[in-house]
């Protein structure tokens, strides 16, 4: 079976019809035994300092041959991809693109997801039937999500890792379903009750020290998102509705109805080094009429004590 990266989250679907195995090279990178080697190989090859460290890790990724071809987002995701992808294609990687049309064009999201059905040979009906597999899966996550902010069920941590695999279901479906776990025995809430919005974090200590301080992640914005938290029946649709590729007012409204309903009191809004996404700030705290603390990260490591103590001083704040 042909295992194809993904650079984000795209219709999986297709690429399980194909009889393929997707690879989110994000988890690739950011789960790897040494993810800041990866990062410091891409800059050995040229990359410069000031590249993103998602795209350089996911270069490095690539080139230690996980996958045999690589669907890239060109559109709807990194500004860095393209270039990023051009350096891979220029030694020998199979790249197939891919893209989000911005503002939300039905008509030309069915035509990339027609031509990424033509490309990797499969039809229509296989991605459906594998919509219908995958969904009763993504069910499961959105319960798991519900249970972390009504009953206290889930850690922080947990609810991000189980929503953000959604992506490509680590490569394995049924043994994903599998691994989910059940709810453990409740407790009351005390925890003051935060939020976070941007990718996810390249930190790898975010969520075990937000509970350290008696504090608790409900809501993750984007990983939520790869879940496709909506009911259709319509694959094109399932990708319309879905926030993280379009504009970011999409997101804010998602924000606010997600804040009101989850009785959230605080936002941390991550943005990554070099990122155009870090502009996007500016709109959300015009547009958001609640603390929001921005973060910043660039390479992958622990949290470093200046972010910390911003986190520490957010959290006492709110409290």
């Not at 195995?21 to 988890?27: A, I, T």
């Not at 997801?113 to 499969?122: E, F, Q, S, W």
């Not at 939020?195 to 990983?223: C, H, M, R, S, W």
Request: hydrophobic letters at 40%; proline letters at 5%.
């Amino acid at each position: 079976m042909r295992r194809i990266g993904i650079t984000t989250t795209i219709p999986v679907e297709v690429v399980y019809a194909a009889g393929c195995v997707p690879v989110d090279l994000n988890n690739a990178f950011i789960n790897s035994d040494d993810p800041a080697a990866l990062v410091a190989q891409a800059e050995l090859d040229g990359y410069p300092r000031t590249a993103c460290g998602w795209i350089k890790g996911i270069y490095s990724v690539v080139k230690s041959s996980i996958c045999d071809a690589v669907i890239a987002v060109v559109e709807g995701d990194c500004s860095q991809t393209q270039a990023m992808v051009e350096t891979l294609e220029a030694t020998g990687v199979e790249i197939i693109p891919f893209a989000f049309p911005y503002g939300r064009d039905r008509d030309l999201l069915r035509l990339q997801i027609d031509k990424l059905i033509a490309r990797l040979g499969t039809t229509w009906d296989a991605a459906f039937e594998w919509k219908h597999q995958l969904d009763r899966i993504r069910r499961k996550v959105w319960m798991l999500d519900e249970l972390t902010w009504t009953q206290n069920a889930f850690s922080s941590f947990e609810n991000h890792y189980y929503q953000v695999s959604c992506s490509d279901f680590n490569g394995d479906p049924a043994a994903f379903e599998a691994s989910i776990p059940s709810p453990k025995p409740t407790t009351s809430d005390l925890r003051l009750r935060l939020g976070y919005i941007g990718v996810p974090p390249i930190f790898t200590d975010f969520y075990q020290y937000v509970e350290t301080l008696g504090a608790k992640i409900v809501f993750n914005e984007v990983q939520r998102q790869f879940t496709m938290p909506f009911e259709t029946n319509d694959l094109v649709e399932q990708y319309l509705l879905y926030t993280y590729p379009y504009d970011i007012f999409g997101r804010i409204e998602d924000i606010k109805r997600e804040v009101r309903r989850r009785s959230i009191v605080g936002l941390i809004h991550y943005t990554q080094s070099f990122c155009f996404r870090q502009i996007q700030d500016l709109i959300i705290r015009r547009h958001i009429d609640l603390p929001i603390l921005t973060i910043e990260g660039e390479a992958p490591t622990k949290l470093d004590a200046r972010t910390r103590v911003r986190i520490e001083s957010f959290v006492e704040m709110l409290r």
